[in-house]
């Protein structure tokens, strides 16, 4: 009974250890980006951890149940607090998009779009069918950056605030302009749409340490929006924000429905200077939901 006893503290002893490596592991984005691949499944690491801690418990494992439960408290109860947390709505709507390169539905797409009635649309997988979407909201967005991107598109940002002339610029996976904001005309706004490549093993590392310089460069408030293919507490994405300024706009929710209506993973958001609060539109055509969003500078 004794040797059971000591199999199944053993074998409850080495799933906790993984849980609470994989967990901690996905802080460690700043060392290695396979941190931030594990950063994805921080709610579902912390949650693991719970259910093993309290069979740790019964297996006599109790001052190791204690502190790896108070660690999934502490994790969790950040993601959860993303999830729950509704920010402060600003004075500046946005609404992005990753209309998805093949949209088979652009009519119903430019139908929410006006109905959001939006200051600011960033989008991505702008492919050269998707440009008819574009042509068609051009008496609604009359300031249109695009950037082309390859396979699957580009990037892009369409406005009704004026631009200031010269301060468009394309980048990798990245559209920006300045445009002129506040109620006497006098503020200068950065609008920045970005897409990012999947994470480890893919290269969303390096198109990280090539968009940091550019955005670096970039003088005054910014809202920075897209498909960043990451959760917004990953360090990767972090960066980017943080390199701006900016904080996010709230809750987080799952945006990407490609594998699952039900189950969506939370890679699209959008930032600014004073974060914001953020809902869900539908997915029209694209295996991704739109963001309406209503932020401040």
Known sequence: MDDENGNWQLVIGVALGIAVTALAGGYLGWLHPFGDSLAVGR?????????????????????????????????????????????????????????????????????????????????????????????????????????????????????????????????????????????????RVWLVSVHLPWPWPYPQAERIERLLPILDRLQGPAILAGDFNMVRWANSVQRLSGILGTRPAGPTFGSYVGWSSRIGLPIDHVFAPRGGRVSPRGAFGSDHLGLLAEVGI
């Open 43 to 187: 709610g579902v690491a912390a949650a693991a951890i719970m259910v093993i801690a309290v069979f740790a418990s019964f297996a006599g494992l109790r001052m190791a149940a204690f502190v790896s439960m108070l660690l999934a408290l502490l994790t969790g109860g950040q993601v959860l607090l993303a999830y729950s947390w509704p920010g402060l709505p600003g004075s500046y709507s946005v609404y992005q998009k990753n209309m998805l390169f093949r949209n088979a539905d652009l009519a119903a797409l430019e139908a929410d779009m006006r109905a959001a009635n939006a200051q600011i649309v960033t989008l991505q997988e702008v492919s050269v069918p998707n440009l008819a979407l574009l042509a068609a909201l051009r008496d609604l967005y009359p300031y249109q950056q695009t950037c082309p991107g390859p396979r699957v598109g580009g990037t892009a940002i369409l406005t009704r605030l004026t631009p200031v002339p010269g301060t468009a610029f394309c980048g990798p996976g990245l559209a920006a302009l300045q445009v002129v904001a506040g109620n006497e005309g006098q503020d």
